[in-house]
């Protein structure tokens, strides 16, 4: 059998077939590879389209957002004066003007959190830096949020020193007075943390983009006058 084998290969068939079997299987090995990396293309260009719609849309969110974190610039200073109202009438040092009571609507957003699937392809086109940036603005939006809630509910105490609601005790004024406080100290949160907010935004180059039917208030009159922050472009009240 062996003599027949080196026969064989002797002649040189079986180099032949040895030489087309190396080929064919290094034909196949390179078919594997090549569609192998063709597939692993494919979801890399898939990664990317989905990170950047992800960050087209959060930017987009940003952009809006900042808007909003402008009207608070104009508006806090307009609710802490209504606030010093209310704690002066509390505490019987003037009269009380009811429609200082009255709380303009907020205006805040929450950002979505990055999908956790784009945050590797983001990281690798625009790195940690961009990235630190993004998830900062993300947190501040949601303490914004947090402290915006927390404002406008305390903010119901102040009817305790309203009259229309019967006979205002000690207590009642007591508490109104502590629930001012309280807000007041939420406002210089959201006025550090929007300030803030408006400045990260600047360094990722993400310009305010305002919703087509709000504007940015012009004073604490225009505020009142629309009983929101961001007053409706047509005039029509909150």
């Known amino acids: ?56 849309r959060l930017d987009r969110s940003i952009a809006q957002t900042i808007v909003s974190m402008q009207a ?51 990281i690798d086109r625009y790195g940690w830096e961009k990235q630190r940036l993004y998830a900062t603005l993300i947190a501040r939006s949601e303490a914004i949020s947090d402290l915006s809630t927390a404002a406008s509910k305390r903010w119901m105490s102040l009817s305790l020193i309203d ?12 508490n109104a007075r502590a629930a001012a406080s309280d807000i007041k100290s939420d406002l210089a949160s959201i006025d550090i943390s929007g300030r803030a907010f408006v400045e990260e935004a600047g360094r990722l180059g993400i310009a305010p983009r305002a919703d087509k039917d709000r504007r940015l208030p012009r004073d604490c009159a225009d505020i009142r006058a629309a009983g929101t922050m961001m007053p409706y472009t047509d005039g029509r009240r909150h």
């Open 1 to 56: 059998m062996f003599r027949t084998v080196r026969h064989w290969w002797s002649e040189g068939s079986g180099q032949h077939t040895a030489r087309l079997f190396v080929f064919e299987l290094t034909v196949v090995i390179a078919g594997v590879l090549i569609a192998q990396w063709l597939a692993e293309a494919a979801q890399q260009r898939s990664e990317i389209a989905a990170m950047e719609g992800a960050k087209a």
């Open 72 to 122: 608070w610039q104009v508006a806090i200073p307009c609710l802490n004066a209504q606030l010093d109202m209310a704690m002066r009438a509390a505490s019987g040092d003037e009269a009380l003007d009811v429609a200082m009571l009255k709380r303009p609507g907020f205006r805040t957003s929450q950002l979505a959190p990055f999908p956790q699937a784009s945050e590797a392809p983001f």
């Open 163 to 174: 009259p229309a609601g019967g006979c205002v005790l000690e207590g009642d004024r007591v």
